[in-house]
């Protein structure tokens, strides 16, 4: 049996309308037309085993149309996951991929908001679900905040790299006013005062839960008499890896409050007692606005195009608040004290992902993050690795997100730092071959930790690690 015939009998083969065939074993090896080449040409039989597992994980977590994050922990469709996802899905099956947006999209409410999360099917294995987001008077099919705006990003991504373009270009078309709507919500709801950058109203907005960039300002929160609750994630993760008590009590003290005024967004920013400038939000916002701004030029909507960059150009200059010169990168600001906060976070490179930073800023991140690189095993923690809180293991505090690592990849690469790209990649990839495909990991050793066979950790396999997939071509800052 030759090598090729060896390796087919022990990959298991997914029946996809791209599954692996023989000729396509050294495509995966030296994988040609990619822009770099990240899988090791010595190591194809892991290679192959990791883009297998990553595609069987899509199709055990999808549930018709859309994917959950990961098993009895994250049982329903998350905004930002699911955006992510669509990636992952575009390498396997494009009508698969354009489906998960539409079912994200399918939840979004009246105002424009699209939900950080969607309760398509009911599920005993999440805290909190839709009976505590809604009330017997008003039963919820989602949560009433949202996450950061990948969408876009994901649009114009699957939409540019189409094999079939007849589908796509009629789902951007049905897409298009959806985003549109969304992006003017962030506008009128989440910045009233017209500062140029939107506000964040809770932690699980931020995607970042519980970053210690919102120590300050959450325990800043006074918290309400709720009534008891157990929470279920403990049930599936180490309590050393998730948040603490004191923090859920402050998460739902928020959630209580906005359900009481209806999640009406005319309220919420000014009766929130949390309300950060969120640099993961700004930043990804940013980056889909310039996508937003690309897509209504595809479809010749220049009055739409026009106002897009009316957003653009009030962002741009109000990043420049947000940036610590002394620091070396970007910091997240609490609205509420009007002061940057003091924790350095992976956040604080992402004004790379959207294009945002000058060149002697990019220049400062690229120094800092090379230096953070230095400090651990592997990159990129989620937080200061010189920090004396820094928690390798628990979430947000320290551990690796792939997820992340693509953002900054991309971000370092549309700078012109290819070395430092390319020493993500590897260090990326190696984490994913040594300890599978987790929700994160301990950057000091890395174990795999949080949730198993995680969706957005293989779709970033399928769709950046395996192809190379550096910046695309989002218009330059
Ligand atoms: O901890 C949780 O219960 C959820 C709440 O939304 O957040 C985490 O999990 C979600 C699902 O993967 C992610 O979207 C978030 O960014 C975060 O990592």
Redo the contacts with the bound molecule.
């Keep these: 049996m030759g090598p090729v015939a060896c390796l087919k009998s022990v990959v298991p083969q997914v029946h996809t309308h791209r599954s692996l065939h023989a000729e396509d074993i050294s495509s995966v090896a030296v994988l040609p037309g990619a822009k770099n080449v990240v899988l090791p040409k010595g190591d194809v039989y892991k290679s192959l085993q990791l883009l297998e597992v990553s595609k069987q994980i899509l199709i055990e977590n999808d549930r018709g149309g859309y994917t959950i994050?990961?098993k009895g922990?994250?049982p329903y469709q998350?905004?930002?996951?699911s955006a992510l996802v669509a990636l992952g899905w575009a390498t396997l099956d494009e009508g698969r991929a354009w489906q998960e947006l539409e079912k994200l999209f399918s939840a979004q409410w009246e105002d424009g908001l699209v939900p950080?999360?969607v309760f398509h099917q009911p599920s005993p294995t999440?805290f909190p679900g839709p009976e505590i987001w809604g009330s017997v008077e008003q039963p919820m099919g989602s949560t009433g905040i949202t996450?950061p705006p990948v969408a876009a990003i994901t649009v114009r991504k699957l939409y540019e790299t189409a094999l079939n373009k007849e589908l796509a270009l009629q789902k951007l078309k049905e897409l298009f006013p959806k985003l549109l709507a969304w992006h003017r919500w962030f506008q009128s709801a989440r910045d009233p005062e017209n500062t140029g950058l939107v506000a964040t109203l809770h932690p699980?907005e931020?995607?970042?839960?519980n970053s210690p960039a919102w120590d300050e300002a959450l325990y800043n929160v006074p918290v309400d008499q709720i009534p008891p609750y157990v929470r279920q994630?403990l049930g599936h993760v180490d309590s050393a890896m998730?948040?603490k008590q004191e923090e859920y009590d402050r998460y739902l003290t928020l959630l209580y409050r906005f359900r009481a005024v209806n999640y009406d967004c005319n309220q919420l920013y000014f009766l929130s007692p949390f309300r950060v400038t969120d640099l993961c939000t700004n930043s990804v916002l940013y980056r889909a606005n310039l996508d937003l701004r690309w897509l209504a030029n595809e479809l010749g909507q220049d009055q739409i195009a026009e106002e897009v960059d009316g957003w653009i150009e009030k962002a741009r200059s109000a990043f420049d608040s947000l940036y610590d010169e002394e620091g070396g990168l970007y910091k997240s600001k609490d609205q509420l004290t009007g002061e940057l906060v003091t924790a350095k976070t992976s956040a604080g490179f992402l004004p790379l992902f959207a294009r945002v930073a000058s060149a002697s800023q990019a220049a400062d991140l690229a120094a800092t993050l090379e230096r953070w690189l230095n400090r651990v095993k592997h990159g990129i923690p989620s937080y200061d690795p010189e920090s004396s809180n820094f928690e390798p293991l628990r979430?947000?505090r320290g551990p690796v997100?792939v997820i992340i690592n693509w953002m900054i990849t991309d971000g370092l690469r549309a700078y012109g730092y290819e070395d430092l790209a390319l020493r993500v990649e590897a260090d990326t990839y190696e984490l994913l071959v040594s300890h599978g495909i987790n929700?994160y990991y301990d950057p000091v050793t890395g174990a795999a930790a949080g949730?198993k066979l995680?969706s957005?950790t293989a779709a970033m396999c399928l769709a950046w690690l395996s192809k190379g997939d550096g910046a695309h071509s989002a218009a330059a800052h």
Excluded at 78 to 81: E, F, R, S, V
Excluded at 206 to 209: L, N, P, T, V
Aim: charged fraction near 20%; aromatic fraction near 38%; avoid cysteine.
């Design positions: 994050p990961a922990l994250y998350w905004n930002w996951d950080h999360i999440y996450q699980w931020s995607g970042m839960d994630d998730r948040p979430y947000w997100w929700e949730g995680f957005w």
